[in-house]
Each structure stands twice: as structure tokens, then as C-alpha cells.
């Protein structure tokens, strides 16, 4: 696995001393033009052997330069032209699809042809450049003039947003279709779907009452086994050894030097309002502010937000990716996009309102380092920081309390495919573009990308790091955003039971089971509980359901035991989980659990509905509606005013 | 690790079955012999039942109850006294296996183990409970797992080991509804135990609810399950609390009858005791060793003053298993090991040997009353016990 350096931006690529050297001219420059402060200056001199970064990278990453001055001054002390590429952009015949790889990486691209001669908009020249150049155009068939790596970058966006584009929506399924859920059933999952139904309704007619029997046996046993499987996860996620621990002393060890370069992928739509408190966050990271590559990804029509980052003065390290209109306008789509320019080893993805907290990508790369070279990604834990909005975002921290801090690391443990969360999931970059990243089509693009992991051979560790997130504290929209987990449940499971002899094969048998009780069932179970409930509501209201009436007796002492002491323990599980994060409030409102369930089942019919109807839809949810958001908003906007 | 001669590498690869085996051959044939060593030793009469595979099940004891309706339910073909004997031996077997994977987990090497498991497997105590094949296995194997659990938490007291004991608390409940009143003097001691609850009263509260509630649960579960909800909730509530609700005129006889099979067990006591104070002092398991000394006299106290009829062994019986469940879950220095095997080394000698050397009236207590033998009138589990 090589290690990506902060190469992209051209800056590294002369020799150490040499450059050094070229650096510290171009910082008394702007010193001399009064661009910068001698104190200013002498605290990146300070920072930039601890980051084991060049000044250049310090004080554009710090955001104690402008990009444009800095690289303006940088083609005085190289005695080039600066050329602003947003005011004279390069001839698109010069540029090649191929190379777009080299454009970012070498830091170049072809401009202009002048007397015979390619002219390249470089934002250095070391031999690196000229070796490039070489081999394309002749020792004497180029020249330079210097530019910076944000024009290149804008540049490359522009050339090739089709090409990008393309590859963003239709990389995957050109290279893997079973894989992508671009079609949600297969003509043969539709026939054999159709067939079962057409010969369980013939049979429900010539024998009703062995059909009722064997359904309710056959539910009652799929009930069982999944809530023995749910205790069994919750029980040995509840270890303290299950997750990659790592401590603060490991942290406080790794040197910044030895850190790569992290990318950090941000999709926006529509989200101006936060936009101030996400980058607060992202500026609160412990990791070198040089060897951060912040992608903003935005849609190119989100005029709104992108205004919005503009004004926000952002460090040269936190750049605005445009995604280019396309249908389905999904995230997974926007995060393909983008991955096209993460410079880094490794990336994660952060959602709008996150708060990772400081030390995250710290601790992921320490994990990784520590890891086998299977291991493709680290999902950190996910919790709520508005919990006390109302009943609705208590009942959720719970279950992310259960899902993130239990059932994950208990897969984890398990050796089976994981789920990944929607955010805060670490990246090998390499292993991520091989296995072709986001199925765009998918509306859990996170959850099939764990299964599509682990049918690769690689596997999900879980970090002792969390995030925090806005739990969506209104019912509507949180009706919206659940049907779309459980409509990209559905899907997944559906893409891969297409082969399910190739699944077993490739994750084995207890990855098959874990698969099929952990991303089939919980949906399913979404769906049969109304039925169950009202049952049981007729039964103990009239008193003229009893189970051992109709069913044999095994199968009646099953769902007695699942209706009594399979739900009890559900509930359970909850209140743990509440323990193990130290919410001694939420204890007792995990009573209150099967009320939030009876919403899981409204949203999943929703998500069939959708599922049918309009599978690649991506129901959006609204980020800062919570007090808490409300109130980071207004303090970082008296700060900004001055107050 | 290696250079410390005191823990010798993990072994757990070591099969559980090299214990379950002969153990359960052991049991099995011990019991098909009983009648004949009856003969031979007269002194075993009033220590062991002579009736192996007679089971006593006290009212309302749940998991026996279960047994016996399985039992019940199984094809006429079996025999079910022989039946019982093997689930009884059964469950005696891997509870030894279970013992062994601890002892592996806890660096004790194998003959260690094996060594010190054969003599639990020959305590006069352990042969009875098994061969008699009554309430007394699941008796003593709930405690032995609570002292199991109280030893886990000592170790890692992470939500795991909390759960865990929360999880085997209602176990007491369900071997006999008398004991239940346990559950929230042990509940207590998750809270207690733990630094941030004793300083913060919200989590004092929240750790003991989550410890107490899966007894909640399974009692509720239970009522459901196995009255359908018919029997009255109050009804089925007196059943654990009226164990507590009125003191015997005279506790004496009942409490001198328990010390005496108590008495075979003293070096056990006593090696307990001066590894905690002594050797052990100021490491971990103090919890585990507490509660392994404190149940078996809290029992031995309760039944004798509420009058509960619990089988006057049953004391020294949950004394061997929770003791022996101690000494498998703590990681023993070598000495310590060592130690125990003596230890119990010496308590077989003594329960073997005492009723030899001094005849049939020597340490045999008077045998009080039992509970008359309960054959639920079952047709299936749905209504395995109506009877409150």
C-alpha cells in the first residue's frame, strides 16, 4: 500500500533542501508585500517541521495566505508569468481524458500553444514537471507559467465534468451490474418472485389452514432466531474489547510528520445554514492543517450553498466540488464524483451537521496502521448531541446508541459483513476506488458497500471514536429519512441475494446468516409487525385469540416466548445502551421503545411504496432544525460579527 | 507472560470433553451402583437418597418443573427416572466442562485443572446432588454462576459483565421462588461496586435498574407464559414475597442440621479466606469471594428462619459451587492453585472419611421434612404450572 504525500499540489516535489529554500524565499516575499506578518511567518516556520510539511503548505493550509497571492509571488521568485485560468482557461484540445489523473497529481495541465510550443500552467517546476513534459511534448516542445492548484482543480472540473460525470453514475455498474441496484430486480428475481407468489396463493387456497400454520411457524421461527441473533450481538458488543481501541496515549504518540494526507469528503445539498458550523468542526480537527484535502460537495445548480462556502473564506485545503446535474441526484453519486479528486490515503465522509470528535482521524489512521491490509474501512460510532429535543430524538439516540456502540461492534467481532453507517466510515482510497466506491443507484450506499466489501475479501473494523450528528427531531422528516434506510435495506438485500450461492460462497455461511438476519430481516420484521400487533391487541381485548388455539403447541410456546420475552428484551437492550453511553435520562424512556417501533413500521411501508414506485429516489433530510444548532448558529454569527 | 513461571501460557485449545466424559461416565455409573454401595457402606443411608433418579421438586421451582414436562413429553419408551439421572449428570458434566474452559481462559494448565475438577466430581455433596437427581443441580449451578458473574464484573466491570450479572440474577428466582429475595441485596452490589455511581445518585439509579430488570422481565415473562394470563398477578407476586413474610418458632434445629454438611467444606472456607486476606489482598475478585462465602450462610440463615424447607444439604451443596466457581474464575497464582487443590483435596477426604470413622450417626444430620414429590398434571408447557 504506498502512501500518498502532499504531492498534488506540486509544492514537495523539488529536492527537500531546494525547496526549503524556494519556500522560504517565496515567504519573505510576501513578507516584503506585507501579505503576511513576521509573526505570522515565524509561527508556520515553527509548524512546519512538526507537520513534516513544506511552508507553502502550512501557510496556505493554515489559511494565513491566499492561494492566489501565495502562488502569484511564488512565479515572481520563479521569474514565470502567473496566469489565473478562471480568466484565461486552457485550450480544451491540448487536455486529454487520460491524463486528468496527471494533471492533479503532477500539478500541471496544458494551457496555450505559443510558437510551437505547449505552454503548462504548473504550480511548481522541479524535475517532476519537466519529466512530464518531456515525454509528451519534446525537450523543446513546452514551456511553463505558474498557476495554482485551485485553478488546475476548477480547470479539470470544467474539461471533464461529462467524463466525470459518466464515471460517477455508471462505474460500478459497467464494471460489476449484479452489483448495482440500477435495475432493483432481475427479470429471474421478478419471475421466481412472481412464481412463489402465484404457488403460496394456490396453496393458501387448496390448504388454508396447513398455510396459516407453516406461515406463522415459519415467521415465529425467523422472529426467534432473530432476536436470538440481536441478543447475541448486543451481548458481545456490550465487551469492552470488541472495538479497535485505541487509547489517548496512542494518539498523543503519533508524530504529525508520519500523518498522510487525509481527504475528507463533505456532500451538501441545500445547506447553507449549517455550512458555518460544519466548518468549524472540520477546523477543530487535530490533524495538520496541510494535510487535510476538504471536499465540499455541492450540487452545481445548489447556487445557494455555494455562496455560502465562497463567503465563508475557507483555507486553500477545503475546496468546492461542483456535481455536475445528473439523475438519480444521490449522494453516493456526488461522493464518486469527488472521490475522481481526493488526493489523499485515506478519506471519510462527514455529513452536514456532524461533529466528529477532534482526534477521529487521528485514531483511524493509527487503526489502519495497526490493521491487516484487508481491512478497507474503519466506521467510527455515531451518536446524537440534541437527544433532549423532544421524545422523537431520545428514542433515536437510543437505537444509534444500540446500533453503533453494540450490534456493529458485535458484527465486527463476528467476522461478518458490516452495515456502514451513512458517515464517519474511513477509507482506504485505494481499496475504495478498486471495488468501484458508491453504488449511486443504492439509497444506502454505505450499508451495500460493507456487503460489497466483504464479498471482495476485505473486512470493517469499528473505531473507539464517535461522531456526533443532529438526530431528526421532526416526524415528518424523520418518516422520510427512515423509509429511505429501509428502502436501501431492501435494495441491498435484493441486489445481492441475485447470486445467493455466490454470496454464501464469498462471505461464507455465518456472513450469509448475519446478512440475511442483519439487512433482509429488519425490514421484513418492519413490515409483519402491524400484523402481530393486532393480533395480539384482538386477543388480549376480546379474549378470543389464543394462540395454543390454532397453532401447534411448540410453535405457540415460540411466539408466546417472541411476543413476550423477545419484545421485553428488545427493550432491554435499549436501556443498556443507554447505560453504556452514560445517558442515565434515557434509562427509564427506553420503556417507552415500542412506540418508536410502531413509526419503524409506518416508514417501512413507505419504503415499499417507494421501492416499487421510485427506487432511486433520495428523500432528503433537513439538517438544523435542532435548539442545539440553532444556538452553535447564532454564537458563531455573533463571533463573526464581532460581538 | 512466558517468563513468569507463575502463569503459565493459556491453553485453550484443550477440548472441554476430556472433563465431560468421564465425568459423565462417572455420575452415570455412580448412580446405576448406588443400590449396590448401599449395601456395602450402611453409613450412606441417611446421607444419600436411595432412590437415584427420584425427583423432589418443590413447588413453583421453574427450571425443575421444565425438566420434568420435557420429560414428560418425551416418548414412552423412556424410562424417566433413568431420564432424570442422565439430564442430572448431564448438567454436572458440562457444568465441569464449563469450569475447565474458565480454568484455561485463567492460565491453569490442564492437570491442574483436570486434577482439581476430579476432586470437585468426587465430593461426596456433588455425587449426591447428581445421582439424586433432584432441584438441587440447577440449585447450585445458579449460584455458582452468579459468583461466575460477580468475578467477571470484579475483572472488567464493563456493560458486558453488568449485563451479564443482571442476566443470571433472575436464575435465583427461577430455581425456587424462596431465594428471590436475593436478587436486590445482589443487585445492590453492581452499583456499588462502581466508582461513578457511588458519587452519582443518576447512575446508582440507572445501574441498579439495569440489573434488576431482567428479573423483572423473566418474572413477567414467566407469568405470561405460563398462566396466560389467567392466574391474578398478586397471586403470582405472593409466591416470592411470602418466603419473607413470617419467622419459624424455632430456627435452631434447621440451622445446626444445615452447619453440619457446611463442616466438610471448611478447608475450602478456609482457603477462600486467606487467599482474599493474604495472598490476594488488594487484587480483584473480592466481590466474587464475598459473595461466594455470603450466599451459601445467607441460605443457610433464611432457611432456617422462614421456615423454607429447603434441603438441609443444599447450604454446603452452594457452598461447593460457588467456591469451586470462585476458584475457576480467578486468576490463581501458582500458589494459589496449588492451594486449592489441597484445599479440596482435603474437604473429600473429610466428607468421605468422617461418616466412615464414626458411623452412621456420626455426621449425619437428622433429615428433615421434604417437599412431597410434585408430578405436574401436564398435558404441554403452555400450562406447565397452573396451580397458584
Given at each position: 500500500m504506498s502512501r500518498s504525500s502532499p504531492v498534488s499540489t506540486g509544492l514537495s516535489l523539488m529536492p527537500k533542501g531546494d525547496q526549503s529554500a524556494l519556500h522560504i524565499k517565496v515567504g519573505q516575499r510576501l513578507l516584503a508585500k506585507g501579505l503576511l506578518t513576521p509573526d505570522t511567518l515565524a509561527a508556520a516556520m515553527d509548524v512546519q517541521d512538526r507537520w513534516g510539511s513544506h511552508l507553502g503548505h502550512v501557510l496556505l493550509g493554515k489559511g494565513m495566505v491566499r492561494p492566489i497571492d501565495y502562488f502569484r509571488t511564488l512565479a515572481e521568485v520563479l521569474r514565470l508569468p502567473f496566469v489565473n485560468l478562471q480568466v484565461h482557461?486552457?485550450?480544451?484540445?491540448?487536455?486529454f481524458y487520460g491524463d486528468r489523473n496527471d494533471y492533479a497529481s503532477v500539478g500541471l495541465i496544458p494551457w496555450q500553444r505559443e510558437s510551437g510550443r505547449v505552454i503548462l500552467a504548473t504550480t511548481a517546476v522541479t524535475p517532476r514537471q519537466h519529466d512530464w513534459a518531456r515525454m509528451r511534448f519534446g525537450r523543446n516542445g513546452y514551456a511553463f507559467v505558474v498557476t495554482s492548484p485551485y485553478d488546475i482543480f476548477w480547470q479539470t472540473q470544467l474539461l471533464f465534468r461529462d467524463e466525470d460525470s459518466a464515471q460517477a453514475l455508471d462505474a460500478l455498474y459497467s464494471r460489476m451490474p449484479e452489483h448495482s441496484a440500477k435495475v432493483t430486480m432481475t427479470v429471474p428475481q421478478r419471475n421466481g418472485l412472481i412464481a412463489l407468489g402465484i404457488l403460496y396463493l394456490a396453496l393458501c387456497v387448496v390448504r388454508p389452514g396447513d398455510m396459516f400454520v407453516g406461515t406463522m411457524a415459519v415467521l415465529t421461527v425467523f422472529y426467534l432466531v432473530t432476536f436470538l441473533f440481536k441478543f447475541l450481538l448486543t451481548w458481545v458488543g456490550a465487551n469492552r474489547n470488541v472495538d479497535v481501541q485505541i487509547a489517548d496515549g496512542d494518539v498523543r504518540a503519533i508524530r504529525d510528520q508520519d500523518l498522510p494526507v487525509y481527504t475528507v469528503l463533505v456532500p451538501m445539498y441545500r445547506e447553507a445554514s449549517v455550512l458555518p458550523l460544519l466548518v468549524n468542526s472540520l477546523k477543530g480537527l487535530d490533524y495538520p492543517a496541510s494535510k487535510l484535502d476538504v471536499k465540499f460537495i455541492l450540487e452545481e445548480d445548489d447556487e445557494e450553498t455555494i455562496a455560502a462556502a465562497k463567503e465563508l473564506g475557507m483555507p486553500a485545503s477545503f475546496e468546492i466540488v461542483r456535481v455536475p446535474h445528473s439523475e438519480p441526484k444521490t449522494k453516493p453519486k456526488a461522493c464518486n464524483y469527488a472521490l475522481t479528486f481526493a488526493r489523499g490515503e485515506f478519506a471519510t465522509i462527514y455529513d452536514a451537521e456532524d461533529m466528529p470528535e477532534p482526534d477521529q482521524l487521528k485514531k483511524a489512521v493509527i487503526a489502519f496502521r495497526r490493521s491487516a491490509d484487508s481491512v478497507a474501512c474503519l466506521q467510527a460510532r455515531l451518536n446524537y448531541f440534541n437527544r433532549q429535543d423532544n421524545w422523537l430524538t431520545r428514542m433515536f439516540t437510543l437505537e444509534y446508541s444500540q446500533w453503533f456502540d453494540f450490534l456493529l461492534p458485535g458484527l465486527d467481532w463476528l467476522q461478518v459483513p458490516i452495515p456502514l453507517g451513512g458517515t464517519s466510515n474511513h477509507f482506504r482510497v485505494s481499496v475504495l476506488r478498486q471495488v468501484g466506491a458508491w453504488d449511486p443507484y443504492n439509497v444506502t450506499e454505505d450499508a451495500d458497500l460493507g456487503v460489497r466489501f466483504a464479498q471482495e475479501g476485505y473486512t470493517v473494523g469499528v473505531i473507539n471514536s464517535t461522531t456526533y450528528e443532529e438526530a431528526n427531531g421532526v416526524l415528518p422528516s424523520w418518516i422520510k429519512q427512515r423509509s429511505r434506510w429501509v428502502k436501501g435495506y431492501m435494495q441491498t438485500w435484493l441486489v445481492h441475494m441475485r447470486h445467493p450461492y455466490h454470496l454464501w460462497q464469498s462471505i461464507g455461511p455465518k456472513g450469509f446468516l448475519s446478512f440475511q438476519l442483519f439487512v433482509g430481516g429488519p425490514p421484513l420484521v418492519m413490515l409483519i409487525n402491524p400484523f402481530f400487533w393486532l393480533v395480539t391487541i384482538i386477543g388480549l381485548t376480546t379474549h378470543s385469540v389464543r394462540l395454543g388455539d390454532f397453532l401447534p403447541e411448540p410453535v405457540a410456546f415460540i411466539a408466546a416466548f417472541n411476543l413476550i420475552v423477545g419484545n421485553l428484551f428488545l427493550v432491554y437492550f435499549g436501556i443498556i445502551a443507554a447505560l453504556k453511553r452514560r445517558y442515565y435520562d434515557l434509562v427509564l424512556q427506553g420503556i417507552l421503545q415500542p412506540f418508536y417501533w410502531v413509526l419503524h413500521s409506518v416508514a417501512a411501508y413507505k419504503a415499499l411504496w417507494q421501492l416499487i414506485t421510485?427506487?432511486?429516489?433520495w428523500e432528503k433530510t433537513e439538517h438544523g432544525t435542532s435548539l442545539q444548532t440553532k444556538h452553535a448558529l447564532a454564537q458563531l454569527g455573533e463571533v463573526a460579527n464581532g460581538k | 507472560m512466558a517468563n513468569n513461571p507463575a502463569l503459565p501460557a493459556p491453553?485453550?485449545?484443550?477440548?472441554a470433553f476430556i472433563v465431560i466424559v468421564p465425568a459423565l461416565a462417572f455420575f452415570v455409573f455412580a448412580a446405576a451402583q448406588l443400590p449396590t454401595l448401599h449395601h456395602l457402606v450402611p453409613s450412606l443411608q441417611g446421607f444419600w437418597?436411595?432412590?437415584?433418579?427420584q425427583m423432589e421438586v418443590a413447588p413453583h421451582a421453574w427450571i425443575s418443573l421444565f425438566v420434568v414436562a420435557v420429560l414428560h413429553a418425551l416418548p414412552g419408551m423412556w424410562n424417566l427416572q433413568a431420564s432424570l439421572v442422565m439430564v442430572s449428570s448431564l448438567g454436572a458434566a458440562f457444568s465441569l466442562g464449563l469450569l475447565f474452559r474458565a480454568m484455561q481462559s485463567d492460565r491453569w494448565a490442564v492437570w491442574e485443572s483436570v486434577l482439581l475438577l476430579a476432586l470437585v466430581a468426587l465430593q461426596p455433596l456433588v455425587v449426591y446432588l447428581t445421582v439424586n437427581a433432584n432441584e438441587s443441580i440447577p440449585f447450585a449451578l445458579a449460584f455458582g454462576t452468579l459468583v461466575y458473574a460477580a468475578n467477571r464484573l470484579d475483572v472488567n466491570g464493563d456493560v458486558q459483565s453488568q449485563m451479564t450479572f443482571g442476566l443470571f440474577l433472575p436464575l435465583l428466582a427461577l430455581v425456587r421462588?424462596?431465594?428471590?429475595?436475593f436478587i436486590p441485596v445482589l443487585a445492590f452490589l453492581v452499583p456499588l461496586r462502581d466508582p461513578g455511581a457511588r458519587r452519582d445518585i443518576r447512575a446508582f439509579a440507572a445501574l441498579f435498574l439495569v440489573s434488576i430488570l431482567p428479573t423483572f422481565l423473566v418474572l413477567f415473562s414467566l407469568y405470561c407464559l405460563v398462566s396466560s394470563l389467567e392466574a391474578s398477578p398478586v397471586e403470582f407476586l405472593r409466591l416470592y414475597l411470602e418466603p419473607v413474610s413470617s419467622l419459624v418458632a424455632a430456627p435452631g434445629d434447621m440451622f445446626e442440621a444445615q452447619l453440619y454438611p457446611m463442616l466438610y467444606l471448611t478447608p475450602l472456607v478456609g482457603f477462600m479466606l486467606g487467599y482474599v486476606l493474604f495472598v490476594g489482598q488488594g487484587r480483584r475478585h473480592m466481590g466474587g469471594a464475598f459473595i461466594a462465602l455470603a450466599l451459601p450462610v445467607m441460605l443457610c440463615g433464611a432457611n432456617a428462619l422462614f421456615g423454607w424447607g429447603v434441603d438441609f444439604r443444599m447450604p454446603a451443596a452452594v457452598l461447593v459451587a460457588t467456591g469451586v466457581s470462585w476458584i475457576a474464575s480467578t486468576e490463581l497464582q501458582a500458589k494459589g492453585r496449588k492451594g486449592a487443590i489441597i484445599a479440596l483435596c482435603l474437604c473429600a477426604v473429610l466428607g468421605w472419611g468422617a461418616p466412615l470413622m464414626h458411623g452412621a450417626d456420626g455426621l449425619v444430620a437428622p433429615v428433615t421434612q421434604q417437599h412431597e414429590v410434585e408430578r405436574p398434571e401436564t398435558d404441554g408447557l403452555l400450562r406447565l404450572a397452573p396451580q397458584y
Open positions: 482557461p486552457v485550450d480544451p484540445s491540448l487536455c421510485m427506487p432511486h429516489y | 491453553r485453550k485449545a484443550t477440548t437418597s436411595d432412590r437415584p433418579g421462588p424462596e431465594v428471590a429475595v
